[in-house]
């Protein structure tokens, strides 16, 4: 397994466990950032720039679909976040705001919060039993 795949599953890893925790800790405040980060235009634009370059970054260094589930879901996590981003990007934000309200994140914040956090485990002692 390559020295790329390690460091990223276990940056991305810890990084979910610890924003799937504190966003579990702190519900309410959650769910009023995320409204007002989408009612935000000008915060929506940064987010969507930040996501694609880190995307575009993650798949140009690590862009591996072999060599097991690790460097799989590594590679996934990076295009994700390119897609996200030239998605916020490109829609625009009345669009996010109603994606966001479909998709309930106030009925089922607790099974979002569950597979944040479900993956940054697994990409975490992936990554540091690798």
């Known amino acids: ?17 610890v924003i799937a925790l504190a966003m579990a800790a702190n519900r309410r405040a959650t769910l ?16 969507s720039v930040i ?11 690590h862009n591996i679909w ?11 996590y990076g295009w994700t976040s390119l897609i ?9 934000p009345e669009a996010s705001l109603k994606l966001y309200q479909a998709m309930g994140h106030d009925r089922h914040f607790h099974l979002y919060i569950a597979g944040t956090f479900l993956l940054g485990l697994y990409l975490t002692l992936a990554g540091f039993s690798a």
């Open 84 to 92: 996200k981003g030239a998605a916020f990007l490109f829609r625009p």
């Open 51 to 61: 996501a694609l370059a880190l995307g575009l970054a993650m798949v140009i260094g």
């Open 1 to 17: 397994m390559s020295a790329i795949t390690i460091f990223l599953a276990r940056l991305l890893g810890l990084y979910c466990l």
């Open 32 to 47: 009023a950032a995320v409204d007002g980060f989408l009612r935000s235009p000008p915060l929506l634009m940064l987010a």
């Open 66 to 76: 072999s060599g097991g589930v690790l460097p799989v879901v590594v590679t996934l």
